[in-house]
C-alpha cells in the first residue's frame, strides 16, 4: 500500500465512478482499476460495489477513508 493508492481510494469515494476518478487524477481509467484492485488484494477486503453507474464504497471503505484522510 502507498499514498498513491490511498488518494485514489479517496478520488474514487468522492467522484463516485472510476471514470470520473481517473479523469480528475489525470490517469487512465484501467491503471485506476487495478490499482484499487491491488489495494483490496493487499487488504483482503472489498472496497466498492460496482454497479452500472459507477461504485459505492462498502463499509470497509468508508472506515480505511477515515485513515486515507
Known sequence: MDIRQLEYLLATIE???LGKAAERLHIS????TKSIKRLE???????FERHGRG???T??????SGFAR
Open 15 to 17: 467522484a463516485g465512478s
Open 29 to 32: 481509467q484501467p491503471a485506476l
Open 41 to 47: 488484494q493487499a487488504l483482503g477486503l472489498k472496497l
Open 55 to 57: 461504485v459505492r464504497p
Open 59 to 64: 463499509a470497509y471503505a468508508e472506515h480505511f
